[in-house]
T-cell receptor, first 117, second 111 residues
Framework: DAGVIQSPRHEVTEMGQEVTLRCKPISGHNSLFWYRQTMMRGLELLIYFNNNVPIDDSGMPEDRFSAKMPNASFSTLKIQPSEPRDSAVYFC???????????????FGEGSRLTVL | GEDVEQSLFLSVREGDSSVINCTYTDSSSTYLYWYKQEPGAGLQLLTYIFSNMDMKQDQRLTVLLNKKDKHLSLRIADTQTGDSAIYFCADSTSGTYKYIFGTGTRLKVLA
């Protein structure tokens, strides 16, 4: 399996522009998470999907952030308009909650490093 | 809310043992994890321990869990320069999606 695939790996944009980050989870995984990592705040959960349905979006910072999961193999995280304080590494992770004997391991993508100037 | 705490930095010499410590607050934690993050990469599961266990050994890695004190540690024997990374402690509760991550401990291995 190719693992969780994220794109782009790096994005540099100007304040006010729209940013779209993409994620392809591991095939067969039914849970998908978007995390943000910064030096100041560490890893923050932004949103959690289960079976393509958003279950918890309480970590989404504000209305400028939105996430979708139109099918089991694709999710997007959109920031519009972007601001310098959105600069961070954004991780997508997936897991399988179907197998109750599993440890619940999260499989992370390599992240999308966003810089907003 | 629930919390997981770790020290920020650890420096050891190559060949020595490293011990990374973590404390957590959630008494209903089912699994406790150690993830490793290398520069420019995502987090990768190193090992985990079920909450009814005291110890787990996996090659150079030893995990100790003191459930009474809510203390978890990761010992890396014969630490190598390739072990230099950030190590995250995390916990989760069975039946929920909530994973609580610590701030990460940056391990630096000196040659």
């Amino acid at each position: 399996d190719a693992g969780v695939i994220q794109s782009p790996r790096h994005e540099v944009t100007e304040m006010g522009q729209e940013v779209t980050l993409r994620c392809k989870p591991i095939s067969g995984h039914n849970s998908l998470f978007w995390y943000r990592q910064t030096m100041m705040r560490g890893l923050e959960l932004l949103i959690y999907f289960n079976n393509n349905v958003p279950i918890d979006d309480s970590g989404m910072p504000e209305d400028r952030f939105s996430a979708k999961m139109p099918n089991a193999s694709f999710s997007t995280l959109k920031i519009q308009p972007s601001e310098p304080r959105d600069s961070a590494v954004y991780f997508c992770a997936s897991s399988s909650t179907v197998d109750t004997s599993s440890s619940g391991e999260l499989f992370f993508g390599e992240g999308s490093r966003l810089t907003v100037l | 809310g629930e919390d997981v705490e770790q020290s920020l930095f650890l420096s050891v010499r190559e060949g020595d043992s490293s011990v990374i410590n973590c404390t957590y607050t959630d008494s209903s934690s089912t699994y406790l994890y150690w993830y490793k993050q290398e520069p420019g990469a995502g987090l990768q599961l190193l090992t985990y321990i079920f909450s009814n266990m005291d110890m787990k050994q996996d090659q150079r890695l030893t995990v100790l869990l003191n459930k009474k004190d809510k203390h978890l540690s990761l010992r890396i024997a014969d630490t190598q320069t390739g072990d230099s990374a950030i190590y995250f402690c995390a916990d989760s509760t069975s039946g929920t999606y909530k994973y609580i991550f610590g701030t990460g401990t940056r391990l630096k291995v000196l040659a």
